[in-house]
């Protein structure tokens, strides 16, 4: 079982299910792991701790 761990600025409930369901989908598509196999962790962090020069995109 892969663990993903995942940081992020903070987002919606729905944003975070698309990151989920994306991640997992890549996962079983590239590696094989079983469908039902999923560990995913989202850290979120408030937009102070980014240091993020100006022209890279969120």
Known sequence: ???VKTDS???SKEHK???FN???EALVELIK???YDRFQIIYEH???N???HQK???
Do not use: S
Request: aromatic share 4%.
């Open 1 to 3: 079982m892969p663990l």
């Open 46 to 48: 408030g937009e102070d």
């Open 33 to 35: 792991i079983l469908d």
């Open 17 to 19: 299910k698309v990151i």
């Open 50 to 52: 980014f240091n993020i």
């Open 9 to 11: 600025k903070r987002k």
């Open 56 to 58: 890279k995109t969120d």
């Open 22 to 24: 994306g991640v997992h």
